[in-house]
């Protein structure tokens, strides 16, 4: 009786302490809000203003939050000038989070341990000011780990074991720290890219290394052998025995494998193993992959006679006959797979930022522009697909629609319509070549109202983007044959590679994130006030040509200023020292809207964030100004 009312007593207390854990763990709202309370220089984070919960299905409606099937995926923080604590502990009450990035900002001090987190499959702390030595085991136990980048710290010691017990591990990025030692023999087989360069590290590249390029190991003067230049002086020992791999995931079928695998299954008996029928089926086995591997090798061997393909073929995206599809994300369009794209006639319209673009006429669709993306490695595979089927939901008359995308590790391409009325920026800059009359002032009101529109449309949209377009410029708002505006390439920072990013991408170019190396909700606002005064003086932003972050006295608000001066009341009169000449005749009542616009595009630029306009109130004062005629 007694062993019974102790059993009783053991499960009524073991359900009220389940009871009294969950009703005191916290909501997905409140668990972010505890972490940003960790956090220093985190009070452009809004998310005490956002609206709940943070994630609607896929769609994040709190910045750097990112979401799938409502509940939060990953935090995406990146260059917002973040000190502080990652608290690691706040983040376990994430089940599902799998991608942390904290790239960029200013977090420092020894390596937060992330070994609780183990359902992670991303971790991005570079660029910040991390430092000493990583523990042994700081990665032990996260055997979902595939992408790993602690570059441009001031880590030291000897990089960790514990890197190797990492099973699917791709994607590693040591360099740019002060690691010493040797090397540890990576022997995950899918590892793709290892970047050890601009280290202390010494000793002899490892074997199964030796594939990456040079630069991956450059600036480490005790590195050598291949794929380095140096030779090793004399027959070293080879790095220190490492752990065997950790088990990995039950293998796939594959075309072909350099021998038959023996691990992960005992022996078969020793009468099977005597059994000539055995021995006759490795026999055949054997030939078979010899033959396999001469054909391949006769293949590779063709493959790299072949010359070099034009440069106004289709992008090589895939040069292997293999059927690939495109991924359409428009139910309304007839579908084509990548072959077709590649064979299609195609034309070189130019090379932008990122790639180039190919104008490609398939069948009797309309013609289309694919842009090709190598520097598109920001997001993981899972990760990029669900920011394109965002992307691919976006409705807008002023947004150009994303019609489909291919993805491949080494480049992706993104396809969209073809406009024939060319960019913003060649009918402000180029219309006498192209044999066009310029903009009159309607119209270019007309082109300011739908780059407004369609901004103000993607932060509906994307509440959970720092910058929901980021890169907003003339020549990337495309003009239909009445001059519409179609804005393009937004929304493309979560995917693009940081570093390109940074060195190209016009929110990075900022006052903002020139003084404090971070940018804010209102740094689009910034690029769209440029894009205003562009419009109304028709001078180009020439610090936009600079890679990097420019600070320079051709800020075009700077330039208006200098001539204008701060009072408003005097820009009637001085307004001609800067309008646009090929503006054509003005009304008096159009010089006043011109004025007020004007106002409105230095508003956007004010240094001082808190004097900016937010997007709402811009749009709302630039939908004001009318002129006499219709739109």
């Known amino acids: 009786m007694a062993t019974s009312q102790f059993y009783l007593r053991f499960i009524l207390f073991s359900i009220s302490s389940m009871l009294f854990?969950?009703?005191?763990?916290?909501s997905e709202p409140d668990t972010l809000l505890k972490f940003k309370a960790s956090l220093r220089n985190a009070s452009h984070l809004d998310w005490e203003k956002s609206p709940k919960p943070p994630c609607n299905g896929h769609r994040s409606r709190w910045v750097g939050v990112v979401c799938m099937n409502s509940s939060v995926l990953g935090l995406?923080?990146?260059?917002?000038?973040?000190?502080?604590?990652?608290?690691?502990?706040?983040?376990?009450?994430?089940?599902?989070?799998?991608?942390?990035?904290?790239?960029?900002?200013?977090?420092?001090?020894?390596?937060?341990?992330?070994?609780?987190?183990?359902?992670?499959?991303?971790l991005y702390l570079s660029k910040n000011q991390f430092s000493g030595d990583i523990p042994e085991n700081a990665f032990k136990g996260l055997i979902k780990m595939m992408k790993l980048y602690l570059s441009g710290n001031k880590f030291t010691g000897e990089i960790p074991s514990s890197v190797l017990d990492l099973p699917k591990l791709k994607e590693i990025k040591l360099d740019r720290n002060q690691f010493s030692g040797r090397i540890p023999d990576f022997r995950q087989t899918n590892l793709q890219v290892a970047?050890?360069?601009?280290?202390?590290?010494?000793?002899?590249?490892?074997?199964?290394?030796?594939?990456?390029?040079?630069?991956?190991?450059?600036?480490?003067?005790?590195?050598?052998?291949?794929?380095?230049?140096?030779?090793?002086s004399s027959p070293s020992p080879s790095p220190s025995p490492s752990p065997p791999p950790p088990p990995a995931p039950p293998p796939t079928p594959t075309v072909a494998s350099s021998k038959p695998s023996t691990t992960g299954a005992p022996p078969p008996p020793p009468n099977i193993m005597r059994?000539?029928?055995?021995?006759?089926?490795?026999i055949f086995l054997a030939g078979v992959l010899i033959l396999f591997s001469i054909f391949?090798?006769?293949?590779?061997?063709?493959?790299?006679?072949?010359?070099?393909?034009?440069?106004?073929?289709?992008p090589p995206a895939v040069r292997k006959a293999e059927a690939v599809k495109l991924c359409f994300l428009m139910n309304d369009r007839e579908k084509f797979d990548l072959t077709e794209l590649l064979?299609?006639?195609?034309?070189?319209?130019?090379?932008?930022?990122?790639?180039?673009?190919?104008?490609?006429?398939?069948?009797?669709?309309?013609?289309?522009?694919?842009?090709?993306?190598?520097?598109?490695?920001?997001?993981?595979?899972?990760?990029?697909?669900?920011?394109?089927?965002?992307?691919?939901r976006l409705r807008h008359k002023n947004l150009l629609p994303l019609i489909a995308y291919f993805y491949r590790r080494e480049e992706k391409l993104l396809v969209s319509d073809f406009v024939p009325n060319g960019s913003l920026a060649a009918h402000l800059h180029g219309h006498r070549s192209l044999g066009q009359p310029p903009?009159?002032?309607?119209?270019?009101?007309?082109?300011?109202?739908?780059?407004?529109?369609?901004?103000?449309?993607?932060?509906?949209?994307?509440?959970g983007l720092v910058a929901p377009h980021g890169h907003l410029k003339s020549s990337n708002v495309l003009l239909n044959e009445s001059f519409e505006p179609?804005?393009?390439?937004?929304?493309?920072?979560?995917?693009?590679?940081?570093?390109?990013?940074?060195?190209?991408?016009?929110?990075?170019?900022?006052?903002?994130?020139?003084?404090?190396?971070?940018?804010?909700?209102?740094?689009?606002?910034?690029?769209?006030?440029?894009?205003?005064?562009?419009?109304?003086?028709?001078?180009?932003?020439?610090?936009?040509?600079?890679?990097?972050?420019r600070n320079d006295d051709q800020d075009l608000a700077v330039w208006v200023t200098s001539v204008v001066g701060d009072d408003h009341e005097d820009y009637v009169k001085k307004i001609d020292l800067i309008l646009d000449k090929d503006i054509g005749e003005i009304s008096d009542g159009d010089r006043r809207l011109i004025v007020e616009l004007l106002k409105i595009g230095l508003s956007c630029c004010e240094l001082d964030m808190e004097k900016r306009l937010d997007l709402k109130e811009a749009v709302e004062r630039i939908e004001g100004l009318n002129v006499d005629e219709k739109e």
């Open 21 to 26: 854990v969950h009703s005191y763990s916290l």
């Open 76 to 122: 995406q923080l990146e260059g917002m000038g973040l000190s502080g604590t990652i608290d690691v502990n706040t983040l376990t009450g994430f089940p599902n989070l799998k991608s942390l990035s904290f790239m960029n900002n200013r977090f420092n001090g020894s390596m937060p341990d992330f070994r609780k987190l183990k359902t992670l499959k991303s």
């Open 195 to 232: 970047n050890f360069s601009n280290n202390e590290l010494e000793g002899p590249i490892p074997v199964r290394l030796r594939r990456m390029t040079a630069t991956m190991f450059s600036g480490n003067k005790g590195l050598c052998g291949a794929p380095l230049k140096k030779k090793c």
């Open 275 to 282: 059994s000539p029928i055995w021995l006759f089926m490795i």
């Open 296 to 314: 391949t090798g006769f293949l590779m061997d063709r493959r790299r006679e072949q010359p070099p393909k034009s440069v106004e073929t289709p």
């Open 343 to 392: 064979k299609s006639s195609a034309e070189v319209l130019g090379s932008g930022s990122f790639g180039a673009s190919y104008k490609a006429a398939i069948r009797t669709e309309p013609a289309m522009v694919v842009k090709r993306f190598q520097q598109m490695n920001n997001a993981g595979k899972e990760e990029f697909h669900d920011h394109m089927k965002s992307l691919g």
């Open 439 to 463: 903009l009159d002032w309607p119209t270019r009101l007309r082109i300011v109202k739908g780059v407004a529109r369609g901004l103000y449309h993607l932060y509906k949209e994307l509440p």
């Open 486 to 549: 179609l804005l393009m390439d937004y929304s493309l920072i979560p995917v693009i590679n940081q570093e390109s990013a940074q060195e190209l991408m016009v929110v990075y170019k900022s006052p903002e994130y020139v003084k404090t190396g971070r940018i804010t909700k209102k740094t689009d606002l910034w690029s769209l006030g440029v894009l205003i005064i562009e419009i109304l003086t028709g001078k180009f932003p020439t610090n936009f040509l600079h890679k990097g972050k």
